[in-house]
């Protein structure tokens, strides 16, 4: 999730659009902070990362069965 889909308790708007000051605030905080755009994840959309556990789930059964 990024922060464009955050809206604001103050105005009811959506933060990105920052027609309030509480918005252009906290839009200015997070996009110093990276909140949510710098992570190894965020580029991926959830039925990628929902993919990339079961994949991983699967390998490590894998493994699990393996050694056994």
């Known amino acids: 999730m ?3 889909r955050l809206v604001c ?3 009811a708007a ?3 659009e920052g ?3 509480v918005c252009r605030a ?3 905080r997070l996009q ?5 755009q710098d992570g190894f ?3 991926l959309n959830p039925m990628a990362l929902i993919a990339l556990l079961a994949v991983l789930i699967a390998a490590v059964a ?3 069965h393996q050694t056994a």
């Open 2 to 4: 990024t922060y464009d």
């Open 9 to 11: 308790a103050n105005c």
């Open 14 to 16: 959506p933060v990105s």
């Open 19 to 21: 027609r309030c000051p």
């Open 26 to 28: 906290n839009r200015e």
């Open 32 to 36: 110093q902070q990276g909140f949510f």
């Open 41 to 43: 994840f965020a580029g």
């Open 62 to 64: 894998l493994l699990a």
